[in-house]
């Protein structure tokens, strides 16, 4: 999806993502849509386990076992359509096994309790309005210039979760994500109080050596996700509830385990609350709401430089040559990049 970044349009939390690592490497990917690297062979095992959970959500079961093979039977039918190479008949039922293997341990760590929370709303909304894949939910941000007409410019930023869950007094937004490598060590945080905090600010810091793209690009993603999930809350009805965010991996095999004399595959599967860890305690106190002001007045900053149609890093060059120029693919037409890999005596 292309970024056109112009005031009015909208943005994406991938964008946001890939500017923070690198202007220049956001303006080759979304404003010149140039696509790099090979097929996403993990994101479309992905995308038929993700579809297989929507659709077992959607058909209602809360029962664990019902749930898990109302999955299981969507997936086999996925999988029989999906046309991956694989080197041998048995590398593709492995792959398979551990994607069955995947769906058995987020149906036991939290299908079933999502499920029955999805139950609970049938009375206030549709089904598809709370299960996708990729349901969209966005949020506006005002820029601080004002146009010619005396307006203020807004921008609104696309975001995504599979489906919408009640918990008790919470609606809770849920998204598939292939590991949780790129939060860091925000995965390990439950306090936006502290270094989470710090990190956080020094990361815009062009005095600071700290470069944190993933865990603040979460950070941001879950300000968008939240101000979604609360428009959602409000058009129907449930402005009483507070808002969540998860995400769970779903190709995260750091807790795969391979039995070969039974021909058994399990897995573990860990779930990812951001909202704590983004909750701004004060402001929570303030206004009720789970919100940042610190995260919330950074993302329009972000959004007005990205808005204003300059990718050169600038300052941030050292740290960005450092972190994100090693493994970015676009070094080859970058002139950033290249200035620092060719000089000329004399």
């Not at 112009?6 to 500017?19: E, F, Q």
């Not at 008949?89 to 987020?106: F, I, K, S, W």
């Not at 300000?223 to 009805?237: M, N, Q, S, T, W």
């Amino acid at each position: 999806m292309t970024d056109t970044a112009t005031r009015g349009d909208s943005l994406t939390v991938d964008g946001l993502r890939t500017y923070l690592h690198c202007p220049r490497r956001y303006e080759f990917a979304h404003r010149h849509d140039l696509e790099m690297g090979d097929d996403d062979t993990v994101g479309d095992r992905i995308a038929l386990l993700r579809a297989a959970i929507c659709d077992a959500l959607r058909h209602g079961e809360t029962d664990p076992d019902a749930l898990e093979q109302v999955a299981r039977d969507r997936l086999a039918t996925r999988w029989d359509e999906y046309d991956e190479r694989f080197h041998s008949v048995a590398q593709r039922r492995h792959e398979r096994r551990v994607l069955e293997a995947t769906l058995a341990a987020y149906v036991t760590k939290v299908g079933t309790d999502h499920a029955a929370g999805i139950s609970q709303l049938d009375a206030t909304a549709a089904r598809d309005e709370l299960i996708g894949p990729e349901l969209a939910l966005s949020r506006t941000v005002s820029l601080p210039e004002l146009n010619a007409a005396g307006d203020a410019d807004a921008v609104t930023i696309d975001a995504t979760v599979d489906y919408v869950s009640g918990d008790g007094s919470s609606l809770v937004g849920v998204r598939f994500v292939p590991t949780l490598a790129s939060l860091g060590w925000l995965r390990y945080r439950s306090d936006w109080e502290g270094d989470v905090a710090d990190r956080f600010t020094d990361h815009f810091d062009d005095e600071s050596d700290v470069f944190e793209p993933g865990p603040v690009g979460a950070l941001l993603e879950t300000a968008v996700v939240l101000d979604g999930l609360r428009g959602l809350r409000d058009r129907l009805g449930l402005e009483d509830r507070t808002c969540r965010y998860l995400q769970i991996p779903l190709a995260d095999r750091s807790g795969l385990t391979v039995n070969w004399v039974r021909d058994a595959v399990e897995t573990g599967l860990e779930v990812a609350d951001l909202t704590e860890v983004y909750v701004d305690h004060h402001t929570f106190g303030m206004t009720h709401e789970h919100r940042n002001e610190t995260v919330d007045s950074r993302l329009a900053a972000v959004v007005a430089d990205l808005c204003s149609g300059s990718f050169d890093p600038a300052d941030s060059w050292d740290r960005i040559a450092e972190h994100a120029c090693p493994d970015c693919e676009y070094t080859v037409c970058c002139q950033d990049h290249i200035a620092t890999e060719v000089s000329f005596d004399g």
